[in-house]
Structures are given as structure tokens and as C-alpha cells.
């Protein structure tokens, strides 16, 4: 979908003009954390008195190449540490708003719809399983957003992106 | 995109945007069984009690021997088969509050067990499944691609079971059903299974198989509204 199909649907679910809505990508590159710590990949403050909204949150995990860890077959940059096994969650003002104990599969490289009020700081935490300690990576980030006016805080709030998860 | 799709079903299912809240129902699991059927069992027909509880062990105690022809018990699972001239197998499990099922293979494996809220629709556009094995596994070789398919051999069967019953086809593939697009509705208050089915024979290594549901709550109404869009799937499986 393109960015001016996205603004038109985001504009009628809201009844906000088109004209208000601005695409903006945020990104971020960091090493992979290497401990099980929950870690934050990236923080951003939206500006004040807008909506940040979310649509997709694009995340690659790259190793080195000619890694001696590596075999035929590997596929690392589909998957955040090749194991299937790390929670990711958001927090807002440090504060967790959707499921810590959810799957990263469910967050990242999809569509979601998540709102966030301008002035609050917004992380994308990450949580590597026990065990899992794959070699040294650079983690990407790029979140496909959009600043719109505070009021479409408000209009958005009954659709947006609910986790449900069980995590074993 | 969501803001697209709340937008869609909105106007199929003449109901406000604003009564549609986007959801992402996953989990993980680790390792479907992919056990091998006992051969005196696999034939249609048969029903089996998975329950280690003591109302399971009461059920097995209560069952007078002539209802039943045979028990056999594999890993904690155990087949019953009844007597098919005998009536009562099916009383004295709802007296033991023991669930039945049929026709369910120990290669069958639950990778989501969601109950939909009560008062509520749950509309399924896509079911996201990978199966991942562990980095460097030895039996991985090149141009193994299992990130896209269930068991990287084609051959897994999925469907979707309602409360007991199934409402998919029972031999579709997991190619049919899972990663593709989808308009599934299911009503509040029900138990929904996603069943996928190894084929015999089909053992990749060990695997995390992360689900990710996209779906949608929505009012009660919205089911009976989408009922002649929703997904069928006709399929044959050889």
C-alpha cells in the first residue's frame, strides 16, 4: 500500500483532513544486545501536540558476513536473533502498554496501529530468551508512521493494535 | 494496512469503524509431536482421551468393559474405541466431564488455542506462521527455506476446529491455509484451535513454530453479516 492510500484510510477512520497527516520514517541502527536484558532498540520522543501513529515497525538483524558461526541455510535477517524465541514489547514513559511476555513475530514486519500522544517518550524494547546468544549482529529499525493532529489520538483509540499472546 | 482493512469490514458488515478493534493473537511453541500412529488404532472411527487428571483415570474406571473394545495408550494419550453397539461411552464421558474428540491423530498438534470474548465476533484476515529451526543445526542444508513452510516439506495439513467440531477442510494444506490472505469469523464464547497435521515420515529438527494472528473484535452482529464472505477453502491433498 502506498503512503497516499495509507493517509486517505488513516484520514477517514479519523475524520481528520489529509492535508494534516505527515508520512514519517523513523529508524534507528544498533548492535544487538548481547545479554538477555531487556534492552531498548530505539526511543522517540513524538513532537508535542501532534499524534504519532504507527503502522509497521520494519526490523532487520544482520551478522557479519563470512560470520564462522554461520552455516548454509541460515536466514538471520528474517528473524530478530534466528531462534524464534525473543519477546519484544512497547512502553511509553517506561511504562509497558502491550504484552511483555509477547512473541517479537507479532510486532515486528507487519502491519499494526498503535497511537502515541506527542511529548511522551515511546520505546521498542527487546528481550533475548536464555540461551539463545547468536554472534555479534547490527539490528535496523524502520517504523512506517505518521504525525497527524492530537485530536486523532482520541478518534483512533477503539481501533488500535491490541496483543493477545501466550508465550512458552 | 489496518486503517484499510477496519475500513473494508466496516463497510461489508455495515458496522461503525469504530466498533472494530485491530488484534494480534500469537504464540509460540516449541516442537509440534510428530509421534508415529500404533497401528491397531488408525482407521476412522476411533476416539481418544487426552487427560492425565483424575477425572481422566475415573473415566478409564468408570468405562464398563462392554462399552468399549480397546484401550491403547501412547505417551498420555489414550485411544479409546468404543463399542459401537454399546450407547453409553459418550453418557459416562459428559458424567466424567471428559472432552472426546474424534478422529484427532497423535501427529496433530494445537499451535493456537484461542476462546473469543464473550459479546464479540473475532474476524481472522491472516494467519501468520513460521517454523524456525535452531541456528546451525546440522540437518539443515543448502537452500532450506523453512522459514516459509511449516516443516519445509510441504506435506503438513492445517485446519481450523471450533468447540469439537472442524470447520476447514481436513486435508487442506498448510500452504492453503496459513501466510495467505483470509476472512474467517468466529462467534464470542468459542474455543478456537488452529491444527496443523505433520504427514508421516515428515521429521525436520527440532523447531520454535511463532504464530501471529491478525484479526479484528468486533460486535456480535458482525458474524452473522460477513457469514456469505467468509473464507471456504476446497482443496484436495494426495
Known amino acids: 500500500m502506498t503512503i497516499a492510500e495509507e493517509i486517505y484510510y488513516l484520514s477517514q477512520l479519523t475524520c481528520i483532513s489529509c492535508g494534516d497527516f505527515n508520512h514519517a520514517l523513523v529508524g534507528a541502527k544498533v548492535p544487538s544486545p548481547s545479554s538477555t536484558a531487556a534492552t531498548s532498540l530505539l526511543t522517540y520522543t513524538p513532537p508535542e501536540n501532534l499524534t504519532w501513529i504507527v503502522t509497521r515497525l520494519n526490523l532487520r538483524s544482520i551478522p557479519p558476513v563470512n560470520d564462522p558461526t554461520l552455516t548454509v541455510g541460515d536466514w538471520r535477517s528474517e528473524d530478530y536473533d534466528a531462534s524464534g524465541t525473543a519477546q519484544a514489547y512497547l512502553q511509553v514513559k517506561q511504562r509497558s502498554v502491550t504484552a511483555e511476555n509477547a512473541s517479537y513475530f507479532l510486532l515486528f514486519n507487519k502491519p499494526v496501529l498503535f497511537a502515541f500522544q506527542g511529548g511522551q517518550r515511546v520505546d521498542v524494547v527487546i528481550k533475548r530468551a536464555v540461551g539463545f546468544a547468536p554472534p555479534d549482529e547490527v539490528i535496523v529499525l524502520a517504523l512506517n508512521s505518521y504525525l497527524a493532529p492530537p485530536e486523532a489520538y482520541d478518534r483512533l483509540a477503539r481501533n488500535l493494535t491490541q496483543i493477545d499472546a501466550s508465550y512458552t | ?238
Open chain 2, 1 to 238: 494496512m489496518i486503517a484499510q482493512e477496519i475500513f473494508k469490514i466496516s463497510a461489508l458488515s455495515c458496522l461503525p469503524c469504530s466498533e472494530l478493534i485491530h488484534l494480534l493473537v500469537g504464540g509460540k511453541l516449541f516442537d509440534p509431536v510428530d509421534g508415529e500412529i500404533p497401528p491397531s488404532i488408525a482407521r476412522e472411527g476411533h476416539a481418544f482421551v487426552e487427560d492425565r487428571s483424575l477425572a481422566y483415570q475415573a473415566f478409564i474406571s468408570a468405562l464398563p468393559p462392554a462399552i468399549y473394545r480397546k484401550i491403547d495408550c501412547v505417551e498420555g494419550v489414550c485411544f479409546v474405541v468404543p463399542n459401537e453397539f454399546a450407547p453409553d461411552f459418550e453418557r459416562v464421558a459428559r458424567e466424567q466431564q471428559i472432552e472426546i474428540e474424534y478422529g484427532n491423530l497423535p501427529t496433530s498438534k494445537t499451535i493456537l488455542d484461542y476462546t473469543v470474548p464473550v459479546n464479540f465476533t473475532w474476524i481472522v484476515t491472516l494467519v501468520n506462521v513460521r517454523s524456525i529451526p535452531p541456528v546451525n543445526d546440522p540437518a539443515l542444508t543448502v537452500g532450506d527455506w523453512r522459514s516459509e513452510d511449516f516443516d519445509a516439506s510441504g506435506t503438513a495439513k492445517a485446519k481450523w476446529r471450533v468447540n469439537r467440531s472442524d470447520v476447514t477442510q481436513e486435508t487442506s494444506t498448510n500452504f492453503c491455509l496459513l501466510n495467505h490472505g483470509c476472512l474467517f469469523a468466529f462467534k464470542g464464547g468459542d474455543r478456537v484451535r488452529l491444527i496443523v497435521e505433520r504427514a508421516p515420515g515428515a521429521k525436520p529438527p527440532t523447531q520454535q513454530i511463532v504464530v501471529a494472528v491478525n484479526s479484528y473484535l468486533a460486535p456480535p452482529e458482525a458474524y452473522d453479516r460477513l457469514a456469505s464472505n467468509l473464507t471456504q477453502i476446497d482443496s484436495s491433498f494426495s
